[in-house]
Structure formats: C-alpha cells, structure tokens
C-alpha cells in the first residue's frame, strides 16, 4: 500500500516547505522558493535587525517601554520563523532583558526560570516516564478499548477517551507514540474500510491527546505558563485549572468524537477488538514497577487535589501541600523506591523548561518596563466598546491560527503577557482573556507542523494533509467557540 | 530461502550485506524511498519493493512478498523521527506491532550493528 496522496512520509522537512507554499500568501511562496541557506539566514538575520530598528528608532516612547518591545518582537519572530532552536531563543530572552537594563540584576530575569510552575511539570514528567517505564499506559490503553467491545463508533471514543486520560498526566506526544502502532494494529483486523478506519482513530488520538492535554496544568507546557502568569496576580492553583480544564476537556472530547465520525464517515460497524483482549491477558498482573508506579502516582493526584484540606488535617505546612511540592515528593520517592533510574529520566525533553521560564521572563519584562501596558492600550484602543466575549472570540482564533504554525508553549508565552494587560485595560478579570489564550493554543491539529504528536500521526503516512485540514478545521471552529464560551461562563460566575 | 528487509537505508544495506554472505538467498527489500542505500549504493538486493510498511499493510505484503523470514531494520533516522520528542518510542513501537503476526520477524537494533 502506498502513502496516502502522493505524500512522502519519510521527507518531512521537503514537506514542511511545501505545506507552508500551499495554504500561504504569495510572499511564502516567494520564501519557500529561496535557497535553503538563505531562508535560514532571513530567519535568523530578521529579528535581530527588527530588535535594532526597533532600538534606535525616535519613537516617542519611554526607552524601557521601547527596549522591551524590540525584545519581545525579536523573541516572537525568532520563536515563530524558528531561526534559532526554541530552547536558545529562550536563553535569549534574560540575555537581552538584562542588557537594556529593563532587569537590573540578572537574577531578576533568571527568577521566572524557577517558577514553581517548572517544577510542577518537572515532577509531572518524571511520573509520566515511570508511566511509559512499566507500561502502566499500555495496560490502561489495552483495558479501556477492550471494555468497549467492538462497535466502531465506541471504539473510535475509547481510543479518544485514553488518549485524554493518558494525556493528562504524561505527555501528548508519548500518548500519541504510544497509541499510533495500537490503533494501526486494531485498524489491519478490517477488511474492508482500513485506510479510512486508520485515519478516523489516528485523528481521534491525536485530538484526543490534545483536549485530555487541557485537563490539568502538567497535562500540557501552555498550561503551565497560563497557570503562572495567573498564580501571579491572583490566587490560582492545581484545582482552579482543573475546574475549567477538565469539564471544558471532556465537551470538547464529545463533540469532536461527533464531528470526527461524521467527517470521516466508514462503511465498517464492528471491529475485531481481540487481539487486544489477548494482549491484555499476555500482560498478566500488574508486576512489581506497575505497582510501585501506581502507589506513587493515585496518592500524588489525591494530594494535587485535596492536599490542602489533608495537610489541614495533619497540620502538615500549607506549603508542602502545595502541587508543585507533591510532585516533586512524588519524583523523589520514584527514584528512592527504584521504580525509575536517573537514566530513565534523560529521556524528559528538559528543554520545554527553559521556553516556559523564558515566556515568564519575557511575561515579567514586559510588564516591568510598562510595554504590556502600551500595547494592551493600543489593543483596547482598536477593540473599542467591543463586548469581551467578541474578544475572546478573537484571542480563541488568533491564539489557534499561531499555534499551527509554531509551538503552543511559545505562543501562549507570547500572548499571554500582554493580554493580562489587555484585560486590566479593559477593566475585565484577566482570566477571561489568559484562560482562552491558554486553552485555544491546544487545538492546533490543522496542520502536521502544529505539534509534535501531528508530525508523529502525518509520518504514518496514513493520514494526508487534506485529512488532517478537513478533520482540524471540522473540530477547532466549534472546539475554540466552546472554550470560549466554557472560560465566558466559568468566570462570568465565578466558578473559577 | 526468500528473506523480507524492511528498511533500505544504512542499517538495511548493513543487513543485506550480511546476508548476502550466503548466496542462496533470495533478498527483497521494503522501502518508501526511489532509491534506497540498498539499491542506490550497493545494489545489494533482488528486489526492491517501494512501500512504506506500517502494521496496516504488513500482511498484504507479507502476502504478495511470501517471505520465510521478515528482518526490520529500521533506524529513528530512517523514519526521519529523530529529531521528533518521543521518536524513538513511537518507531519502536510501530516495529514491535509488526511482530506480532504469523511470519517469524527479528528486529535487527541500530546499537548491535554498530549505527549508535
């Protein structure tokens, strides 16, 4: 069998090129078309002449105010064209706040790199490697599509209900990579119908992964740094993000479910789920890692929840019982029970680190110098009188276009910041604006470069782009308008 | 005997290298690529089978190739993942779902021969 559309699935940087050439203006038609050095010389070579311009250009303007703008638009492009990997970009960011002196002391733009919230996701990785270490995540897999018999449209919901669950406590990208070979295997026992059938569940894995990623703030990076920028004006914590992630998670999961079968419709009803009931029995008991993992995880996520009420009990310090403390006990006593080895550990891409404490910096530094406030007055200025759902509309739809295009974790890094001070300007919470930002940078399945667990489920070359355009844009217009609407009446009413 | 190479690039080519040490074997290799090291470089093998083995299409080409024995030699490069976070569990897991059929399959890893 042939790849789908005449795609290559193993050439996916010629691609990369392609899929910009295809849904873009003439202008990166014109770029696509470049020598390959030249095009990474402009990506490069742009925004650090924009942050020169930017510089020394007479604006009437505070100097603070203008050297953080230049920072935050060389930083944003080099994120967006990726001139630079992420991670170095991010390195940038301290760098530069502290060289125009909008951070007098480095260590005032080295803080945001140990926010709390770092550590939270820190120790939620750490977890998630113990996860995929004894293969607690496969047996859950296995157990739930097994107990969903074999009709299709339940099978289509199982593989999108574990792949939320799994997503919310380890990562996207591994849920996917381990979901992608199950699904394949589960899709070859049709006759009939499979190439379709594969395409239906590897765009519900996909999507699955992405909405159960919104649940929890260790669940997906944009959380983390949505989650702390709001901990910093208000009180926020584990249980707040939940309150809305996971009610917003699992609407969104309904319907995307329903959209999903109507937009790719198959002639097949039943599938053979036996093979997986097999390999559930082959698995045998949980074995000694399953437990240990298991016995660390379930009471971490009781604590994450009700620590505060627990502690209470115990007059245990309302500190220890705070999220990011639990999980870094949790990781503690993972090594400390040999459950996981430092080894096991290198796996963790420990450069998501460094974009969220950089997205801080960068959050930090704009605020400090008065550029949030600029720009928020600028941005309040052109919205007018406009209702603030129409905003969050707007940001819903914004915060989606970028995250296809580049990561989710710098887009809300970049976003967020400045409409904290959209919101104050407006005179709204500005949860309203933060939380849409957040959660709409999540759904960003339109194209294959949108996120890592897209570029796994394209390289199957199962699914075409066309597939992944059609089955996106079907879910993300009513998925961005629910978020939206779930963030208007959460907060509107003070649920959240 | 008619042995089945899944994967034509270094490691494949390394593979059939091997094997071609005895000539009675008859050697077909599966990959998506025009011209893979193995037929580009080395024409190493009988046959060339331009497909992109996945567990969705493996008995179908198990089917039409009627090998007595399947080797993967794969590498995280080969699927072009290896840049990707979690690439190499994803390939890994893709290659130990093509073991589970009825014809024998030895994975052949990238660390042994000397690819790492």
């Given at each position: 069998m ?29 770029f ?10 402009i ?38 064209l ?12 301290p760098?530069?706040l ?20 770092v550590?939270l ?16 995540d496969k ?27 799994l ?39 996909g ?28 009180t926020w ?17 309904a ?17 053979d789920?036996?093979?997986i ?58 090594f ?29 530094g ?32 914004v ?36 939380l ?8 960003s ?52 | 005997?008619k ?46 089978l ?10 179908e080409?198990?089917d039409r190739?009627k090998?007595d ?17 979690m ?30």
């Amino acid at each position: 069998m042939q790849p789908r559309d005449g795609q290559k699935p193993f050439s996916r940087f010629a691609w990369l090129g392609r899929e910009i050439n295809e849904i873009s203006p003439t202008f990166f038609k014109f770029f696509s078309k470049l020598p390959g050095t030249i095009q990474r010389s402009i990506k490069v070579t742009l925004p650090f002449a924009m942050l020169a311009i930017i510089t020394v250009l007479p604006l009437d303007l505070d100097s603070k105010v203008q050297h953080a703008l230049a920072t935050f638009v060389c930083v944003s492009l080099l994120w967006t064209l990726g001139g630079l990997p992420l991670p170095v970009t991010a390195l940038l960011v301290p760098v530069l706040l502290t060289f125009y002196g909008i951070f007098p002391h480095p260590a005032d733009a080295l803080v945001p790199f140990a926010d709390p919230v770092v550590y939270l996701l820190m120790g939620g990785l750490i977890l998630a490697a113990a996860f995929q270490k004894h293969g607690v995540d496969k047996r859950l897999a296995y157990y739930v599509v097994s107990r969903f018999g074999g009709d299709i449209p339940k099978v289509l919901l199982a593989f999108m209900l574990v792949a939320a669950l799994l997503s919310m406590w380890i990562s996207n990208t591994a849920t996917v990579a381990l979901l992608i070979p199950v699904v394949l295997g589960v899709a070859a026992r049709v006759q009939e119908d499979k190439g379709r059938l594969s395409v239906l569940f590897l765009i519900g894995i996909g999507i699955g992964s992405a909405l159960g990623g919104m649940a929890t703030v260790t669940g997906s990076a944009p959380n983390a740094v949505a989650s702390a920028l709001i901990a910093q004006r208000t009180t926020w914590s584990f249980v707040d993000w939940m309150k809305i992630g996971l009610p917003t998670s699992m609407m969104l999961l309904a319907t995307s479910w329903y959209v999903l079968q109507r937009t790719f419709p198959v002639t097949s009803r039943r599938l053979d789920t036996d093979p997986i009931r097999d390999e559930l029995k082959r698995m045998g008991p949980l074995t000694q890692g399953e437990k240990k993992t298991l016995a660390i995880f379930l009471p971490t996520v009781a604590l994450w929840i009700g620590g505060a009420s627990i502690g209470g009990l115990f007059g245990l310090e309302p500190g220890f019982m705070s999220a990011t403390i639990v999980a870094l006990t949790a990781a503690v006593l993972l090594f400390l029970s040999r459950t996981l080895e430092w080894q096991d550990a290198r796996s963790i891409s420990w450069d998501i680190f460094l974009i969220i404490g950089a997205g801080l910096a960068l959050g930090r530094g704009l605020q400090v110098s008065g550029a949030a406030e600029w720009m928020a007055a600028m941005i309040a200025g052109a919205t007018g009188e406009l209702h603030i759902l129409i905003v969050m509309v707007v940001v819903a739809f914004v915060s989606v276009l970028l995250s296809n295009f580049m990561s989710n974790t710098a887009t809300a890094a970049i976003l967020a910041p400045v409409l904290i001070s959209v919101a104050d300007a407006m005179g709204v919470d500005l949860k309203f604006l933060v939380l849409v930002c957040g959660l709409s940078v999540s759904l960003s399945f339109v194209t294959p470069i949108g996120t890592p667990p897209f570029t796994l489920i394209f390289s199957t070359g199962m699914v075409s782009r066309k597939d992944l355009a059609r089955g996106g844009l079907m879910v993300t217009v009513p998925a961005a308008l629910i978020v939206v609407l779930m963030v208007f009446l959460m907060v509107g009413f003070g649920a959240v | 005997m008619k042995v089945l190479v899944v994967g034509g690039g270094k490691l494949g080519s390394m593979v059939i290298r091997q094997l071609r040490k005895n000539p009675r074997l008859e050697i077909v290799v599966a990959d998506p690529h025009r011209n893979p090291c193995a037929v580009a470089e080395d024409r190493l093998c009988d046959f060339h089978l331009r497909v992109h083995v996945t567990p969705l299409n493996f008995k179908e080409v198990v089917d039409r190739v009627k090998p007595d024995l399947v080797v993967l030699a794969r590498t995280t490069e080969d699927w072009e993942q290896s840049d990707v976070p979690m690439g190499a569990q994803y390939v890994a897991g893709m290659e130990r779902e093509l073991t589970k059929g009825d014809v024998p399959v030895l994975p052949v890893s990238e660390q042994v021969m000397g690819l790492h």
